[in-house]
């Protein structure tokens, strides 16, 4: 699932990794709705290539996904030049990843079932302070 059109100049483009589809919607529907350009990816593999070929704003990923889980993920992304701030979501209990998350470059961990608005106003907050993260 990806928004077929190139991100307009000054759009916010946003990588989602999740390996469920079904997330990959929801997140797709909800982050278009507040005029995010979004590209979604299956798992942390597919998200590093997407990396190493668009500019992306902020990526949103799962903790647990097939290949490469969204810690080795954020771990690869901090040796990027510029790395990008990050959204970790989980099912797993909060206090197991958090340390992790956080010397992974992770901004913010956000349990599942993930709550829409929630993540609508940290992602609005982010679009408005892209700038200075």
């Given at each position: 699932?990806?928004?077929?059109?190139?991100?307009?100049?000054?759009?916010?483009?946003?990588?989602?990794?999740?390996?469920?589809?079904?997330?990959?919607?929801?997140?797709?529907?909800?982050?278009?709705?507040?005029?995010?350009?979004?590209?979604?990816?299956?798992?942390?593999?597919?998200?590093?290539?997407?990396?190493?070929?668009?500019?992306?704003?902020?990526?949103?990923?799962?903790?647990?996904?097939?290949?490469?889980?969204?810690?080795a993920?954020?771990?690869?992304?901090?040796?990027?030049?510029?790395?990008?701030?990050?959204?970790?979501?989980?099912?797993?209990?909060?206090?197991?990843?958090?340390?992790?998350?956080?010397?992974?470059?992770?901004?913010?961990?956000?349990?599942?079932p993930?709550?829409?608005?929630?993540?609508?106003?940290?992602?609005?907050?982010?679009?408005?302070?892209?700038?200075?993260?």
């Amino acid at each position: 699932m990806d928004d077929p059109s190139p991100p307009a100049k000054g759009a916010f483009h946003v990588l989602v990794a999740d390996d469920s589809q079904e997330t990959r919607e929801l997140l797709f529907e909800a982050l278009s709705s507040i005029d995010c350009t979004v590209t979604c990816v299956g798992d942390g593999l597919e998200a590093l290539a997407s990396l190493e070929t668009e500019p992306y704003d902020l990526l949103i990923t799962d903790y647990n996904m097939p290949r490469l889980n969204g810690l080795a993920l954020l771990r690869r992304i901090q040796t990027f030049t510029c790395p990008l701030p990050a959204i970790l979501i989980t099912g797993q209990p909060l206090s197991d990843v958090i340390e992790e998350a956080k010397r992974a470059g992770v901004i913010l961990v956000i349990p599942k079932p993930i709550i829409i608005p929630l993540l609508l106003s940290l992602v609005e907050f982010i679009k408005g302070h892209r700038f200075a993260l």
